[in-house]
Structures are given as structure tokens and as C-alpha cells.
């Protein structure tokens, strides 16, 4: 198979025709006759093309190792190396800087490494903890865009369409995102494009943060080897032997027949080197329980070194979080005990905190007024996340503490005196001769000192230009949910419809309803249903 030329018959006339002429030149030789289609070049196809959307990829290579590292801190820069396989079919995968310094290489046999490095350490990563790290990947694509798609362990899309107005450029998000995988103990690559697989593509070819402007994907992806498409291996044995051996070598090669010569795979493949992606973005739906998992080749019988891992644990746990505006509201500690099997603990702190000392100290305290029947060998700590609590003082009332610093004051109080004495007391409906408990410490806003006179309440509206695009989740037709950009939480009370519609004559009409909602924790907002397009807006704020 031949790349086509474009080329002119010597004895072809190009000629314009008129409005009503639908004849065809045609071209003929005195042995054979063709005709000549005037296809539109590379640079015409791109320019042709519409862009609609950007996506970024965010690979972390080696997933394996830094998800054994990430589990357990102190192996950071010891020679380490993570195997594929079991018995005498086990081979390493992953080695770490320190350990391919030494000499060690993927592929080996674990006896060959450490016949060459003595010091190496050798570990198989349990499946949770790779599902660990894979989430704390997924959690930080969560929080840039709700659009997120999981495409294989330590590879995920996103949907960055209109994120670049928050940013300078491509590249100084790739740097935001890079650093968000670092506080959850994470190196990752970030690329964007055009489409989901040309941005993955990328991602595995470059070490930091790559860029493909529209228009420039086939050049981009010309030079790399045709296995950066992942073809299968019947494919990739035919292009070669056809000395097809990189992208561009395949994209150059003519589009007519491809499909019908090597099949649907390569037509795909086909579209994909010339730079066209349409593929779709297949989202998952962001989950509220998080968790982190360590698994041990060794037993812990001492408390100390089990709370240490504990803590990196936490600190893991509060970043995710904190990426997805949430902080910890219940702790679910799973101890793997040799040979009992499970220990369960739960924690529940007063208030959502991001504190690490204080959630570290209630699970101390909990440790310690249930400890372990044996050694421990591993362990599962998970979170349910809430949001942190904001609170509106009075302009003329008494000053409000601030509800990060209570809640960290109420998770220290627990940790010193119990969680179930800590809390507001409650008068209960009975004949008990004690009447009362305690319950869960919400303090309700301060009485307003604002003079006597005129006993109506009047608010300000502060409304949003442009008007910022969210999304509502509706119940009977009445709002019940806001996600947005920096907001997401449940909608306590809404007021509405009230319909609004003008310039019905004009070429873009407006036609809608708005609501007012109170959003917990948050305040009280207007929306903006658009009716001809099916889309929400947040309209304003009432100050």
C-alpha cells in the first residue's frame, strides 16, 4: 500500500462551470481512462474541522510502585520493586530510581535482582492498595471537573472544556493538577487535547505536562512509534511488513480500502493518526466514601508503628477530602489480625475537620478502649465525607467563631475527655429522673442586635455576570440539588417558579424561570432555569 499523490493528467482542462452545469470532466488516455477527484489536503481537513470540546489526560507511570509507596512512607528511598506474577513465574514490573541504580531492571527474576542488589526489597501490591491510589487519582480529576472517566488503573480523562478561563494557560493547569496527585502522594504526567484517546496518547509519551493546540494533533503524534496507538498484533506484524513504523507513516497512507484490506481496528487507528477523535466520554459517577489500604509482609504487635502508618494514612485521607471541598465526618478502621481475621472500629468526630492531630487522637483513643486480639498485618482506613460547615455572621451582632477552628476545638475536646461527653445537653421527653443527654454540637447563628425600628428583614442581591453555569437535580419538578463549580450541596428549601421571557422575536429569545434556593451551608441563591436550552445558571446571591 501506496501514500496517494495528488496529481493532474496532462491532457486534463480544468474548467469552472456554471450555476446550472452538473456535468463532470473526464479525462481519456488511449489505452485506459480515469477521473480525478479534487480532495482537500491535511491543512484544509483541519482548518474544516469544528472545535468542540478539551479533555485532559492524567497518567501515573508505575502505578504499582507509588501505590506501595505511597502506602508505606519509609520505603521512599529504599530500593524497591514490585512483582508481576507468582512462584517461579514472577518477574519484576516496576523498580524504583534507587533499586534501578543498583541494577535492577523490569523483567528480571527475582533471584537475578538480588544477586545484583542484596539490599532490594521485593513486594507484590495487594489489589487494595492499587485501588487505593486509584481513587486518590480519580478524586483529584473529580475536583476540576464532574465529567471524569477511569480508563485503566493510574489513567484517567477529563472533561476541561471552559476550565481554561480559570487558569493562564494549558500548561499552568497541568502544573495545578500535578501538584493536587502530589499531596496525595502521587507523580503524574498531564496532557491535553482535543479528544479523550489523543490526550491519553500523549500522557504515555511525555514526563510532564504536554499541550496539543487543535489543528496540530496528526503532526503531534507523527513522530511516535505505531505502537502508541495500540494496535493488536496481527496489526502491527501487517504495517510492518508493509514498513509502516510510525504514526505518520500510517497516517500518510490512503484512507480509501484501509477498512476493507486491514479490517474496522485499522480504519479506527486510521482516523486516530490523521488526529480525528470523536470518541465519547463515558463519565463515573464521584463516590462519598473514600478509603486508604496498607498490607504489610510483616506483623505490627506495637501500637506505635501501626499509629504512624495511621497517620500517613489520615493525612492521605484529608488531602483527597479537601481536593473534593469535603472533610471527614466518620472514620472505619478494618484491622487484618493474624490469625483472627477483621477488627472493626468506627470513630466518629463531633464535627467535619481536617485536623490530622485530632482525628489521629480519637483513633488512638478508640485503638486503645479496643485494641487488636493479635498481630496486625494490615489495615483499611475509609472516611465519609461532609462538607465543612460556613457560617454568615451578624453585621450587628456579637462576632461568630469560626467554624474550622470549632470544630477543631470540639475534636480535641473529644479526643481528651470521650466523644459521647462532648456535645450539647438536651432535655428528653419522659419521667427519667436524669431527663437528659447529649446530643450532636450545632450552634445556631447568634440573636441580632440591630436597633428597634423597622422590624423587616431586607437582603441584598449580589447578582453573578456572566451568570455561572451549574447543574440541578430536580425532584417533581423542584430543585433538590446543586454541583457546581466550587459548590456542591443540598438544596434545603426553593421558592418558584417564577417565569420570565423576552425578545421572543429576536434571533436568540429568552425564555425561563427563576428560583430562589437556600443551599445548606452555603446561603441563598437565585437560579435560572434557561427552558429553550435545558440548562441552570446560578443568577445571583442574597447577601
Given at each position: 500500500m501506496k501514500a496517494e499523490k495528488e496529481t493532474t493528467h496532462p491532457g486534463i482542462q480544468m474548467q469552472a462551470g456554471t450555476a446550472g452545469d452538473t456535468t463532470r470532466s473526464r479525462a481519456r488516455a488511449?489505452?485506459?481512462?480515469?477521473?480525478?477527484?479534487?480532495?482537500?489536503?491535511?491543512?484544509?481537513?483541519?482548518s474544516a474541522r469544528v472545535k468542540t470540546k478539551e479533555y485532559a489526560?492524567?497518567?501515573?507511570?508505575?502505578?504499582?510502585?507509588?501505590?506501595?509507596?505511597?502506602?508505606?512512607?519509609?520505603?521512599?528511598?529504599?530500593?524497591?520493586?514490585?512483582?508481576?506474577?507468582?512462584?517461579?513465574?514472577?518477574?519484576?514490573?516496576?523498580?524504583?530510581?534507587?533499586?534501578?541504580?543498583?541494577?535492577?531492571?523490569?523483567?528480571?527474576?527475582?533471584?537475578q535482582a538480588r544477586s545484583i542488589a542484596p539490599d532490594l526489597v521485593l513486594r507484590t501490591v495487594s489489589p487494595c492498595v492499587l485501588d487505593a491510589a486509584h481513587r486518590a487519582l480519580t478524586d483529584v480529576a473529580l475536583a476540576h471537573s464532574p465529567r471524569v472517566q477511569s480508563v485503566q488503573p493510574g489513567v484517567v480523562v477529563l472533561?476541561?472544556?471552559?476550565?481554561?478561563?480559570?487558569?493562564?494557560?494549558?500548561?499552568?493547569?497541568?502544573?495545578?493538577i500535578q501538584a493536587a496527585c502530589r499531596k496525595v502522594g502521587l507523580a503524574v504526567r498531564v496532557a491535553v487535547a482535543s479528544g479523550p484517546r489523543i490526550a491519553c496518547i500523549a500522557a504515555r509519551a511525555c514526563e510532564g505536562v504536554d499541550v496539543i493546540p487543535f489543528g496540530r494533533e496528526a503532526a503531534a503524534l507523527a513522530p511516535l512509534p505505531i505502537r502508541a496507538l495500540a494496535p493488536s498484533p496481527a496489526l502491527v506484524e501487517t504495517l510492518s511488513r508493509l514498513g509502516v513504523r510510525t504514526v505518520g507513516g500510517f497516517a500518510r497512507l490512503n484512507g480509501r480500502g484501509i477498512g476493507i484490506r486491514l479490517g474496522p481496528e485499522a480504519m479506527d487507528l486510521h482516523r486516530l493518526a490523521r488526529g480525528e477523535d470523536s470518541s465519547p466520554l463515558h463519565p463515573i459517577r464521584p463516590c462519598e466514601s473514600f478509603e486508604e489500604s496498607v498490607s504489610l509482609d510483616y506483623l505490627l504487635d506495637n501500637a506505635e508503628p501501626l499509629v504512624f502508618l495511621l497517620s500517613s494514612a489520615l493525612e492521605?485521607?484529608?488531602?483527597?477530602?479537601?481536593?473534593?471541598?469535603?472533610?471527614?465526618?466518620?472514620?472505619?478502621?478494618?484491622?487484618?489480625?493474624?490469625?483472627?481475621g477483621r477488627h472493626e472500629i468506627a470513630v466518629r468526630p463531633p464535627a467535619p475537620t481536617h485536623d490530622i492531630r485530632s482525628l489521629l487522637t480519637l483513633v488512638r483513643v478508640a485503638l486503645e478502649a479496643s485494641p487488636p486480639p493479635g498481630p496486625v498485618a494490615g489495615f483499611t482506613l475509609g472516611a465519609d465525607g461532609d462538607q465543612v460547615v460556613a457560617s454568615q455572621g451578624h453585621l450587628f451582632g456579637p462576632p461568630m467563631p469560626e467554624p474550622t477552628r470549632l470544630a477543631r476545638l470540639m475534636n480535641r475536646l473529644s479526643a481528651l475527655a470521650g466523644p459521647e461527653n462532648v456535645g450539647t445537653p438536651s432535655v428528653l421527653d419522659g419521667h427519667?429522673?436524669?431527663?437528659?443527654?447529649?446530643?450532636?454540637?450545632?450552634?445556631?447563628?447568634?440573636?441580632?442586635?440591630?436597633?428597634?425600628?423597622?422590624?423587616?428583614?431586607?437582603?441584598?442581591?449580589?447578582?453573578?455576570?456572566?451568570?455561572?453555569?451549574?447543574?440541578?437535580?430536580?425532584?417533581?419538578?423542584?430543585?433538590?440539588?446543586?454541583?457546581?463549580?466550587?459548590?456542591?450541596?443540598?438544596?434545603?428549601?426553593?421558592?418558584?417558579?417564577?417565569?420570565?421571557?423576552?425578545?421572543?422575536?429576536?434571533?436568540?429569545?429568552?425564555?425561563?424561570?427563576?428560583?430562589?434556593?437556600?443551599?445548606?451551608?452555603?446561603?441563598?441563591?437565585?437560579l435560572w432555569h434557561d427552558l429553550l436550552t435545558n440548562e441552570w445558571f446560578l443568577d445571583g446571591e442574597y447577601d
Amino acid at each position: 500500500m501506496k501514500a496517494e499523490k495528488e496529481t493532474t493528467h496532462p491532457g486534463i482542462q480544468m474548467q469552472a462551470g456554471t450555476a446550472g452545469d452538473t456535468t463532470r470532466s473526464r479525462a481519456r488516455a488511449s489505452d485506459s481512462s480515469c477521473v480525478i477527484r479534487k480532495t482537500a489536503s491535511a491543512p484544509a481537513r483541519a482548518s474544516a474541522r469544528v472545535k468542540t470540546k478539551e479533555y485532559a489526560c492524567i497518567l501515573a507511570p508505575a502505578l504499582p510502585l507509588q501505590a506501595l509507596v505511597r502506602s508505606e512512607p519509609d520505603l521512599a528511598n529504599r530500593p524497591v520493586a514490585t512483582l508481576d506474577g507468582r512462584g517461579t513465574r514472577a518477574v519484576l514490573a516496576h523498580v524504583s530510581r534507587a533499586a534501578g541504580k543498583a541494577g535492577a531492571r523490569p523483567g528480571m527474576t527475582p533471584s537475578q535482582a538480588r544477586s545484583i542488589a542484596p539490599d532490594l526489597v521485593l513486594r507484590t501490591v495487594s489489589p487494595c492498595v492499587l485501588d487505593a491510589a486509584h481513587r486518590a487519582l480519580t478524586d483529584v480529576a473529580l475536583a476540576h471537573s464532574p465529567r471524569v472517566q477511569s480508563v485503566q488503573p493510574g489513567v484517567v480523562v477529563l472533561e476541561v472544556s471552559g476550565t481554561q478561563r480559570s487558569f493562564p494557560s494549558w500548561s499552568s493547569f497541568g502544573c495545578v493538577i500535578q501538584a493536587a496527585c502530589r499531596k496525595v502522594g502521587l507523580a503524574v504526567r498531564v496532557a491535553v487535547a482535543s479528544g479523550p484517546r489523543i490526550a491519553c496518547i500523549a500522557a504515555r509519551a511525555c514526563e510532564g505536562v504536554d499541550v496539543i493546540p487543535f489543528g496540530r494533533e496528526a503532526a503531534a503524534l507523527a513522530p511516535l512509534p505505531i505502537r502508541a496507538l495500540a494496535p493488536s498484533p496481527a496489526l502491527v506484524e501487517t504495517l510492518s511488513r508493509l514498513g509502516v513504523r510510525t504514526v505518520g507513516g500510517f497516517a500518510r497512507l490512503n484512507g480509501r480500502g484501509i477498512g476493507i484490506r486491514l479490517g474496522p481496528e485499522a480504519m479506527d487507528l486510521h482516523r486516530l493518526a490523521r488526529g480525528e477523535d470523536s470518541s465519547p466520554l463515558h463519565p463515573i459517577r464521584p463516590c462519598e466514601s473514600f478509603e486508604e489500604s496498607v498490607s504489610l509482609d510483616y506483623l505490627l504487635d506495637n501500637a506505635e508503628p501501626l499509629v504512624f502508618l495511621l497517620s500517613s494514612a489520615l493525612e492521605r485521607l484529608a488531602a483527597r477530602l479537601k481536593a473534593r471541598l469535603m472533610a471527614p465526618c466518620a472514620l472505619r478502621l478494618s484491622l487484618d489480625v493474624d490469625p483472627a481475621g477483621r477488627h472493626e472500629i468506627a470513630v466518629r468526630p463531633p464535627a467535619p475537620t481536617h485536623d490530622i492531630r485530632s482525628l489521629l487522637t480519637l483513633v488512638r483513643v478508640a485503638l486503645e478502649a479496643s485494641p487488636p486480639p493479635g498481630p496486625v498485618a494490615g489495615f483499611t482506613l475509609g472516611a465519609d465525607g461532609d462538607q465543612v460547615v460556613a457560617s454568615q455572621g451578624h453585621l450587628f451582632g456579637p462576632p461568630m467563631p469560626e467554624p474550622t477552628r470549632l470544630a477543631r476545638l470540639m475534636n480535641r475536646l473529644s479526643a481528651l475527655a470521650g466523644p459521647e461527653n462532648v456535645g450539647t445537653p438536651s432535655v428528653l421527653d419522659g419521667h427519667r429522673r436524669d431527663p437528659s443527654s447529649i446530643g450532636s454540637f450545632a450552634p445556631k447563628a447568634l440573636h441580632d442586635l440591630r436597633p428597634e425600628g423597622d422590624a423587616s428583614t431586607k437582603l441584598a442581591f449580589s447578582r453573578f455576570n456572566p451568570p455561572l453555569p451549574v447543574r440541578i437535580r430536580t425532584r417533581d419538578g423542584v430543585p433538590v440539588r446543586l454541583d457546581g463549580d466550587g459548590i456542591a450541596a443540598r438544596i434545603v428549601h426553593a421558592a418558584g417558579p417564577w417565569y420570565a421571557g423576552a425578545d421572543w422575536w429576536a434571533e436568540r429569545p429568552q425564555a425561563g424561570a427563576f428560583y430562589d434556593a437556600e443551599v445548606r451551608g452555603r446561603g441563598i441563591y437565585r437560579l435560572w432555569h434557561d427552558l429553550l436550552t435545558n440548562e441552570w445558571f446560578l443568577d445571583g446571591e442574597y447577601d
